[in-house]
């Protein structure tokens, strides 16, 4: 039998909302083992002069635990 629990995510990138997912990933993978999935919650864009600064993303990583 299998527990996973998922934890909460925020994460911004000057590029794009993909880059922010996956260094948002990237960070995750450095502490979290057994990671299984990702869900994306929500996008949010800074924006500065009417143009957009910075993308933010919120999501949820799951991951099994040992």
Do not use: C, H, N, W
Request: glycine share 6%.
């Amino acid at each position: 039998m299998s527990v996973a629990r998922v934890t909460k995510l925020t994460a911004s990138s000057t590029k794009g909302f993909q880059d922010a997912v996956e260094a948002a990933l990237a960070r995750a993978a450095k502490t979290l083992r057994g990671i299984t999935g990702i869900e994306v919650l929500s996008q949010k864009a800074k924006v500065e002069k009417g143009k957009i600064a910075e993308y933010r993303v919120t999501m949820e990583v799951t991951f099994i635990l040992d």
